[in-house]
C-alpha cells in the first residue's frame, strides 16, 4: 500500500517547518502512512530457531534473552565473523528503518544491497543489551535486501535479539504461469532426465514425482536420482516466485530400467570400514595415504558433539602423542583428493560409541547442519555417516507408527539430513550405522510399546531410515556387540556365524511389520542399499566370524546357497557388500577381512 501524505494548508508555520525538515534531511508522515508500515524481518527474536535466517555460525539459547525465549549466540573464529543474514522482499524508492539488541565486542548490524547506499550500526562493547539502529531509501528498482549481524575477527560469541526491519512491504505480484513441454529424456535404472519450457517471470521450478515436492531449481531441466529399478513414477513441475507457485504441469510418466539402482557412483559391490581417525584405540594410527585400493568408502571415525544436546559436531584429528605417526593436516587433505580421484568416497562419521548426539531442540538442528557442513568443506568430503549409539535416539511415549515420527531427536535428525542432502545434492553420499537394537529389535518392539515399560530406544532408527530411504545411499546395520535377535522365522539369533547375519540381513531386504503390527510394516531396502556390518577381528568387537562364515552369508543372500536352517524369502545378488569396524583393525590382523572380500567380489 502507498503511504498516503496528510493535506496541509499553505500557511508560513507549514512551510517554514517543511523547510526546517527537508534541511535536516527528515520526511514528515503522517500517522496513516506510518500505520503502512510493517516489521519484515522474519523470526526476528529467533523464537523458532535460526529459521529465516542463514548463519555460517551460530545457534540459539535460552539465556541471556532480551525478550521472548531465545536469541542468537553466534561466535567468531578464524576469518569467520559468525555472520547471520536473512533477505527481505521490499519496495522501491521507500524508507526503512533496522533495529536489533545485541550484547558483546563488535557487534555489528546492518543492511546490504540497497540500492542506494548500504548501511551499519555497531557497538565496540555491550556487556548488556544495547539497541542499535540504522534508516535507509530503497533504489528505484530495489525489491529485496539483505539484513545481517555478525562480530568480528578474534573477539569472542555475541549475542542479537529482537531485530526488526521497518517499513512498507513489496508487492505480492503474481505466480508464474504453468510450465509446458514437461518431457522425459534419458532413463536409467535410478535416475529420470526431465526438461520443460521456461515460464516469464518464474525464479524457480518445483519438481514433483508422485504428487511430493522433491526437488526445487532453477533452470528448465533437472535429472531425478535414487529412484528404484523398474519403477513407473509419475512426474509435474511447477513455475514459483515471490509471490508464489503456479498450478501443475501436465502429467508425464516414465518407467526406470531393470538394474541396481542406489543414486551413487560406488562400485557394484563395495567394501565400506572405518578409518580411525581421530585416536589410535590400541590398533594404531593408518595414514589415509596407506589405506588399500580395495577400501570404496572411508569413514572417519569421529565427529564428535561439544555436549550431547549442543548439535555443535567438532572433527580433531589424532593427536601426536597418541598417533606418532600421524600426518600434516595438510598431508590428510591431498591423500583424501587422491582417494576421491580413484573413484572412493571418503565421509565424516558422526557419533560412535562416546559420541552421544541428541538433537533435541531446533537450534541443535541448525547447529548439527552448519557444524557438520564445515567439516565436509573443510576436508572435501562425499558425504555423511550417521553413526548414533547409545542414547542418542529414543522415542516418546505418544511416538507409536514409524511412518509419521513426532519425538523431537528424530525429527530434527531427518530435518537435518534432509537439510544437508539438499544442500550438496545428488552426489552427496549419505550412510547408517545403526545397532540391531535400533532396526531388527523393532519387529519385536517399538518405543516404549501400548502399554509402557519397553526400552524406549528399541526401533528407534526405523523412522529415520524410512523418512531417508530416498536419500540413503548404504544402510550397514552393526550386526556385532548385539544380544538375541528374532528374525521374521520367529527364531532368536545370536551372534557368532553365518545365520545371525542371514537372518539380520533378511529383515532389511523382506521388511516387517514393527512390533508385529500388520498395519505398521516396514519396506524393504533396495539390495543396493545394503551392506553387511562385521567386525574385522576378534580384538575390533564381539561378534567377529571366520572368513569362511563370511562366505557362507554372502553365498546365502546372493545365491540361495549355503542357508544352513534359516530359508531367506529372496535372492539378492545386487546385496552391496560388507562395512566393517575397522580399516585399523583389519591392518592389525594382516587384511584378513579385505582379503576375503577381495577372493569374494574380485
Same mark, same amino acid.
Given at each position: 500500500?502507498?503511504?498516503?501524505?496528510?493535506?496541509?494548508?499553505?500557511?508560513?508555520?507549514?512551510?517554514?517547518?517543511?523547510?526546517?525538515?527537508?534541511?535536516?534531511?527528515?520526511?514528515?508522515?503522517?500517522?496513516?502512512?506510518?500505520?503502512?508500515?510493517?516489521?519484515?524481518?522474519?523470526?526476528?527474536?529467533?523464537?523458532?530457531?535460526?529459521?529465516?535466517?542463514?548463519?555460517?555460525?551460530?545457534?540459539?539459547?535460552?539465556?541471556?534473552?532480551?525478550?521472548?525465549?531465545?536469541?542468537?549466540?553466534?561466535?567468531?573464529?578464524?576469518?569467520?565473523?559468525?555472520?547471520?543474514?536473512?533477505?527481505?522482499?521490499?519496495?522501491?524508492?521507500?524508507?526503512?528503518?533496522?533495529?536489533?539488541?545485541?550484547?558483546?565486542?563488535?557487534?555489528?548490524?546492518?543492511?546490504?544491497?540497497?540500492?542506494?547506499?548500504?548501511?551499519?550500526?555497531?557497538?565496540?562493547?555491550?556487556?548488556?543489551?544495547?539497541?542499535?539502529?540504522?534508516?535507509?531509501?530503497?533504489?528505484?528498482?530495489?525489491?529485496?535486501?539483505?539484513?545481517?549481524?555478525?562480530?568480528?575477527?578474534?573477539?569472542?560469541?555475541?549475542?542479537?535479539?529482537?531485530?526488526?526491519?521497518?517499513?512498507?512491504?513489496?508487492?505480492?505480484?503474481?505466480?508464474?504461469?504453468?510450465?509446458?513441454?514437461?518431457?522425459?529424456?534419458?532413463?536409467?535404472?535410478?535416475?529420470?532426465?526431465?526438461?520443460?519450457?521456461?515460464?516469464?517471470?518464474?525464479?524457480?521450478?518445483?519438481?514433483?514425482?508422485?504428487?511430493?515436492?522433491?526437488?526445487?531449481?532453477?533452470?528448465?531441466?533437472?535429472? #531425478?536420482?535414487?529412484?528404484?529399478?523398474?519403477?513407473?513414477?509419475?512426474?509435474?513441475?511447477?513455475?514459483?516466485?515471490?509471490?508464489?507457485?503456479?498450478?501443475?504441469?501436465?502429467?508425464?510418466?516414465?518407467?526406470?530400467?531393470?538394474?541396481?539402482? !542406489?543414486?551413487?557412483?560406488?562400485?557394484?559391490?563395495? +567394501?565400506?570400514?572405518?578409518?580411525?581417525?581421530?585416536?589410535?584405540?590400541?590398533?594404531?594410527?593408518?595414514?589415509?595415504?596407506?589405506?588399500?585400493?580395495?577400501?570404496?568408502?572411508?569413514?572417519?571415525?569421529?565427529?564428535?558433539?561439544?555436549?550431547?544436546?549442543?548439535?555443535?559436531?567438532?572433527? /580433531?584429528?589424532?593427536?601426536?602423542?597418541?598417533?606418532?605417526?600421524?600426518?600434516?593436516?595438510?598431508?590428510?587433505?591431498?591423500?583424501?583428493?587422491?582417494?576421491?580421484?580413484?573413484?572412493?568416497?571418503?565421509?565424516?562419521?558422526?557419533?560412535?560409541?562416546?559420541?552421544?548426539?541428541?538433537?533435541?531442540?531446533?537450534?541443535?538442528?541448525?547447529?548439527?547442519?552448519?557444524?557438520?557442513?564445515?567439516?565436509?568443506?573443510?576436508?572435501? +568430503?562425499?558425504?555423511?555417516?550417521?553413526?548414533? /549409539?547409545?542414547?542418542? #535416539?529414543?522415542?516418546?511415549?505418544?511416538?507409536?507408527?514409524?511412518?509419521?515420527?513426532?519425538?523431537?531427536?528424530?525429527?530434527?535428525?531427518?530435518?537435518?539430513?534432509?537439510? #544437508?542432502?539438499?544442500?550438496?545434492?545428488?552426489?552427496?553420499?549419505?550412510?547408517?550405522?545403526?545397532?540391531?537394537?535400533?532396526?531388527?529389535?523393532?519387529?519385536?518392539?517399538?518405543?516404549? !510399546?501400548?502399554?509402557?515399560?519397553?526400552?524406549?530406544?528399541?526401533?528407534?532408527? +526405523?523412522?529415520?531410515?524410512?523418512?531417508?530411504?530416498?536419500?540413503?545411499?548404504?544402510?550397514?546395520?552393526?550386526?556385532?556387540?548385539?544380544?538375541?535377535?528374532?528374525?521374521?522365522?520367529?527364531?532368536?539369533?545370536?551372534?557368532?556365524?553365518?545365520?545371525?547375519?542371514?537372518?539380520?540381513?533378511?529383515? +532389511?531386504?523382506?521388511?516387517?511389520?514393527?512390533?508385529?503390527?500388520?498395519?505398521?510394516?516396514?519396506?524393504?531396502?533396495?539390495?543396493?542399499?545394503?551392506?553387511?556390518?562385521?567386525?574385522?577381528?576378534?580384538?575390533?568387537?564381539?561378534?567377529?566370524?571366520?572368513?569362511?562364515?563370511?562366505?557362507?552369508?554372502?553365498?546365502?543372500?546372493?545365491?540361495?546357497?549355503?542357508?544352513?536352517?534359516?530359508?531367506?524369502?529372496?535372492?539378492?545378488?545386487?546385496?552391496?557388500?560388507?562395512?566393517?569396524?575397522?580399516?585399523?583393525?583389519?591392518?592389525?590382523?594382516?587384511?584378513?577381512?579385505?582379503?576375503?572380500?577381495?577372493?569374494?567380489? !574380485?
Amino acid at each position: 500500500m502507498d503511504r498516503s501524505r496528510p493535506r496541509a494548508r499553505r500557511t508560513l508555520v507549514t512551510l517554514l517547518t517543511a523547510a526546517a525538515l527537508a534541511a535536516s534531511g527528515t520526511t514528515a508522515l503522517s500517522s496513516a502512512a506510518r500505520a503502512a508500515d510493517a516489521d519484515l524481518a522474519q523470526n526476528g527474536g529467533f523464537e523458532t530457531g535460526l529459521d529465516g535466517w542463514t548463519c555460517t555460525a551460530g545457534a540459539t539459547v535460552a539465556s541471556p534473552v532480551r525478550s521472548g525465549t531465545a536469541a542468537l549466540k553466534a561466535t567468531p573464529a578464524g576469518a569467520d565473523h559468525a555472520r547471520c543474514a536473512q533477505t527481505v522482499t521490499v519496495k522501491p524508492d521507500s524508507p526503512y528503518t533496522l533495529t536489533g539488541h545485541v550484547r558483546g565486542a563488535y557487534v555489528y548490524l546492518g543492511a546490504s544491497g540497497t540500492g542506494t547506499t548500504d548501511v551499519s550500526a555497531w557497538t565496540q562493547s555491550a556487556p548488556d543489551w544495547q539497541r542499535l539502529t540504522t534508516t535507509f531509501r530503497t533504489g528505484p528498482t530495489t525489491t529485496k535486501v539483505t539484513i545481517y549481524t555478525h562480530g568480528w575477527y578474534g573477539t569472542g560469541a555475541y549475542h542479537a535479539d529482537d531485530i526488526s526491519l521497518t517499513g512498507p512491504g513489496g508487492e505480492a505480484g503474481q505466480p508464474p504461469a504453468v510450465p509446458g513441454g514437461l518431457r522425459s529424456g534419458s532413463v536409467t535404472s535410478s535416475s529420470v532426465d526431465l526438461s520443460w519450457s521456461s515460464v516469464p517471470g518464474a525464479t524457480g521450478y518445483a519438481v514433483y514425482r508422485d504428487g511430493a515436492r522433491v526437488r526445487t531449481v532453477t533452470g528448465t531441466s533437472t535429472t #531425478l536420482t535414487g529412484l528404484n529399478p523398474s519403477t513407473a513414477y509419475a512426474f509435474q513441475v511447477a513455475a514459483v516466485n515471490d509471490a508464489g507457485e503456479s498450478a501443475r504441469s501436465a502429467t508425464v510418466t516414465a518407467t526406470t530400467a531393470e538394474g541396481p539402482g !542406489g543414486g551413487s557412483d560406488l562400485p557394484a559391490h563395495a +567394501l565400506v570400514g572405518y578409518l580411525h581417525a581421530s585416536f589410535a584405540n590400541g590398533s594404531g594410527y593408518t595414514r589415509m595415504a596407506d589405506v588399500p585400493d580395495s577400501w570404496d568408502v572411508i569413514d572417519l571415525a569421529f565427529g564428535e558433539p561439544t555436549s550431547v544436546t549442543s548439535g555443535d559436531i567438532r572433527f /580433531e584429528r589424532c593427536p601426536v602423542a597418541e598417533c606418532p605417526n600421524v600426518e600434516s593436516d595438510a598431508e590428510f587433505k591431498a591423500a583424501i583428493k587422491a582417494k576421491q580421484a580413484a573413484g572412493k568416497k571418503v565421509l565424516i562419521s558422526i557419533g560412535g560409541q562416546n559420541g552421544q548426539v541428541r538433537l533435541t531442540t531446533t537450534a541443535a538442528r541448525d547447529t548439527f547442519v552448519s557444524s557438520v557442513s564445515k567439516i565436509i568443506d573443510e576436508y572435501g +568430503l562425499d558425504g555423511l555417516d550417521i553413526d548414533f /549409539e547409545g542414547h542418542s #535416539l529414543s522415542l516418546d511415549a505418544d511416538d507409536t507408527d514409524f511412518r509419521t515420527p513426532k519425538t523431537p531427536v528424530i525429527v530434527n535428525l531427518i530435518s537435518a539430513l534432509k537439510t #544437508l542432502k539438499a544442500t550438496y545434492g545428488d552426489d552427496f553420499v549419505l550412510t547408517m550405522a545403526p545397532e540391531t537394537f535400533f532396526v531388527q529389535l523393532g519387529y519385536q518392539y517399538y518405543g516404549t !510399546g501400548k502399554w509402557g515399560g519397553q526400552d524406549p530406544r528399541a526401533g528407534a532408527y +526405523l523412522p529415520v531410515i524410512h523418512a531417508l530411504r530416498d536419500d540413503l545411499t548404504l544402510l550397514h546395520v552393526q550386526d556385532y556387540n548385539s544380544g538375541p535377535i528374532m528374525g521374521l522365522d520367529n527364531q532368536y539369533h545370536s551372534m557368532g556365524g553365518a545365520d545371525f547375519h542371514i537372518a539380520m540381513t533378511d529383515m +532389511l531386504l523382506t521388511g516387517f511389520p514393527v512390533a508385529g503390527d500388520a498395519g505398521k510394516v516396514f519396506p524393504p531396502l533396495r539390495p543396493d542399499q545394503v551392506a553387511i556390518g562385521m567386525p574385522a577381528s576378534t580384538n575390533a568387537g564381539n561378534g567377529h566370524v571366520s572368513p569362511a562364515e563370511v562366505t557362507k552369508a554372502l553365498n546365502c543372500l546372493t545365491r540361495k546357497t549355503d542357508c544352513g536352517a534359516y530359508a531367506t524369502h529372496g535372492t539378492w545378488p545386487a546385496l552391496r557388500g560388507l562395512m566393517t569396524w575397522s580399516i585399523n583393525w583389519d591392518r592389525y590382523s594382516n587384511w584378513e577381512f579385505q582379503r576375503n572380500f577381495d577372493a569374494y567380489f !574380485g
